[in-house]
């Protein structure tokens, strides 16, 4: 009579708050786990963390059949991240809930954002019955199971949840109104769009740094560009996608979380030692550093392979975590050699640059591992400055950049080397064919030596022999010479002085302008000797120094020689000038009182105007011929 007195007096009590107790287990289960959270209340999420109990089984075992021997202690026993010790357990929550209105409501449950698995069970009398897994209609839909409540009824909740193997899968029990889930997302998201929009500009620019590398190493094939974009991708990859699935229940999301980021910063770490040995050439400059870095190359290896066992092959979580922290340690350790190494070794400037880097990188990794082991004393900071990613963020871009700056200083000063590199070979090879020139050139002038002196004393020698015999012939002979004779004679003389102008210019040590000069003077005033023309010849007072090869010498001497030719046999003159200047070109001007040139005369002799143009151009030199009161022949030769 007392226990039904008893359960008529809380019946009354319910009623009066509007709620039919479903069952006794459920009213003894409220006087334990607290009070029913009213899910028409609910306007856009309710947080439970409260009004909860929980335990943990393990991972094998069939909740059906454990459940009446499970003991639920009130509250979550662990607030905030899940233990490593109870990360491969699964995760039992109980809570009431009841709904006070007219009509069913429907409410969405939501564990956290970390759980691989979620299970829903209504506990009746006999145990516990499945609740069908609803999800709602959205990208995120995995991390959300729907529960529906008929009107002015109650019910106790189970919720059995398998947790990703991370640091960051935290208890965080929600109900969320049905209508209400599109808003509550963004509002989620929206709270995280500030740390998002630094990722994603940050990305961005790195981004444009790994197309700058690739672009040289395409461009070069310097493997350094090709490594310190493996480690830019993988990394930046690696921060891409942390931002994308963060808050973001979602079946890649959490191979990601889980697995995937570790691999990736592990790989992209191996890019990063490979670009550290390669950029330095640590093999021949830098020993030590080059032992190093194969040891972190091989711990990574080690990690690598041993992390991947863990996590698919064993439940010890434990294990797993402590692999990859005292990997991030042993990392930032070595990042911590490489400081010292760096400040004994400060006279080397690309060692320098690493450093910057490398000292930006350590400080913030250091922040950002603290903000992971440290998470309760972390979430105290505002905004963005909670998340371990944002520190990292900002290590790592300050990294990229010296070492991208050491990248461009090390190609310039490549670029450099190389430059005079082949600009000393290219002054080597241009000095081999000015040797060869000049040998060849030494090689003419001793041929051209030769030869003259073989004129001089053969040639020579003979023409002045048949010279003398004419003459005697002639003198024996007196008034009977015949013509013959004669014309041996001026033949003799004539192939005689063409003999010698051929000598004077083949003779290298003719071959400078005053001797030039000197010759034409000398033959002018000569070859009009014994005939009615009187020559004057005008030299200047100062003749410049300068080298004319046999070739230009015997050239301009032929056309002085031919236009004197003319003069004294068509101009009919008395007086012929030779005016001789010398400054930046060598000019000969030849002038006639006589009576100029008309178109007859030039056909008369047009074949020796077209030599004198001939022989001009040859040499890279002009002739004019002009009337002024006579005939003004003009002969220019630059020097």
């Known amino acids: 009579m007392r226990k039904s007195t008893i359960r008529l007096y809380l019946s009354l009590l319910f009623i009066a708050i509007s709620v039919t107790s479903k069952s006794l287990v459920a009213q003894d289960d409220m006087a334990l786990t607290g009070a029913y959270t009213d899910i028409s209340k609910v306007v856009i999420e309710e947080r439970i963390l409260n009004t909860i109990s929980s335990s943990y089984i393990t991972d094998k075992s069939d909740l059906a059949l454990i459940y009446h021997g499970i003991t639920f202690k009130p509250g979550l026993q662990y607030k905030g991240l899940v233990p490593n010790n109870l990360v491969t357990k699964r995760i039992i929550l ?4 009841c709904n006070t209105a007219n009509l069913p409501v429907s409410i969405y449950f939501c564990p956290g954002f970390y759980f691989s698995k979620i299970a829903l069970y209504e506990q009746v009398q006999n145990g516990i019955v499945a609740i069908p897994p609803v999800l709602p209609r959205t990208s995120d839909s995995i991390g959300y199971r729907l529960i529906t409540l008929n009107a002015n009824d109650s019910a106790t909740i189970i919720a059995d949840l398998s947790a990703v193997k991370t640091y960051n899968n935290g208890i965080k029990p929600r109900l969320i ?11 989620l998201h929206s709270n995280y769009y500030q740390g998002a929009l630094i990722t994603y500009v940050f990305c961005g620019l790195l981004l444009m740094m790994i197309l700058f590398s690739l672009t040289n190493f395409v461009q070069g094939g310097n493997k350094e560009f090709l490594y310190y974009s493996g480690y830019a991708i993988f990394l930046g990859g690696l921060l891409f996608y942390q931002t994308i699935f963060h808050l ?19 790989i992209g770490i191996i890019f990063y030692m490979l670009f550290m040995k390669k950029f330095l050439n640590t093999k021949n400059r830098h020993p030590f550093l080059s032992r190093l870095y194969n040891a972190g190359i091989a711990l990574l290896y080690c990690s690598i392979l041993s992390f991947s066992i863990l996590h698919y092959f064993s439940n010890n979580y434990g294990a797993e975590f402590m692999v990859e922290n005292l990997t991030k340690i042993l990392l930032l350790l070595m990042i911590l050699v490489f400081l010292v190494y760096s400040i004994r070794h400060w006279d080397d400037k690309l060692l320098r640059y690493l450093f910057w880097g490398n000292l930006f990188l350590f400080i913030f990794a250091l922040i950002s591992q603290l903000a992971i082991l440290l998470v309760k004393q972390f979430q ?23 070492f991208l700056a050491g990248l461009n200083y090390k190609n310039r000063r490549n670029i450099i080397v190389q430059t005079r590199e082949r600009e000393t070979l290219k002054a080597q090879n241009l000095l081999k064919e ?7 050139y030494k090689a003419q002038q001793e041929e051209r030596q030769r030869i003259s002196a073989d004129m001089h004393d053969e040639l020579g020698a003979g023409m002045t022999a048949i010279r003398l015999m004419s003459e005697i012939a002639r003198n024996k002979m007196k008034e009977n010479t015949p013509v013959e004779i004669e014309k041996i004679s001026h033949s003799a003389d004539d192939v005689l002085n063409k003999m010698n102008a051929i000598i004077w210019s083949m003779n290298s040590g003719n071959d400078t302008l005053d001797n030039l000069i000197s010759y034409i003077r000398s033959y002018s005033i000569e070859y009009f000797d014994n005939t009615p023309v009187q020559c004057k010849v005008n030299v200047p007072a100062e003749i410049p120094d300068k080298e004319l090869t046999g070739d230009k010498r015997r050239n301009v001497f032929l056309c002085v020689k031919e236009t004197l030719n003319n003069v004294l046999k068509h101009s009919g003159g008395s007086l012929v000038t030779v005016d001789i200047e010398a400054n930046h070109s060598l000019r000969v001007i030849i002038t006639d009182n006589g009576k100029g040139i008309d178109l007859e005369k030039l056909r008369q002799f047009g074949n020796g ?17 002009e009337n002024k009161n006579g005939t003004v022949t003009t002969l220019d030769l630059p020097l």
């Open 94 to 97: 109980k809570f009431n809930i």
């Open 177 to 187: 109104g049905k209508d209400h889930l599109p808003a509550f997302i963004a509002k």
């Open 248 to 266: 973001h229940p979602s079946r890649f999301g959490y191979f990601f979380e889980g697995y995937l980021d570790f691999i990736m910063q592990g």
């Open 380 to 402: 105290s900071l505002p905004g963005i400055f909670r998340s371990a990613v944002i520190y990292y963020q900002m290590g790592l871009f300050l990294e990229l950049v010296f």
């Open 434 to 440: 000015y040797e060869k020139e000049i040998a060849v």
């Open 609 to 625: 105007l077209k030599n004198i143009t001939r022989r001009m151009e040859s040499i890279e030199g002009s002739y004019k011929i």
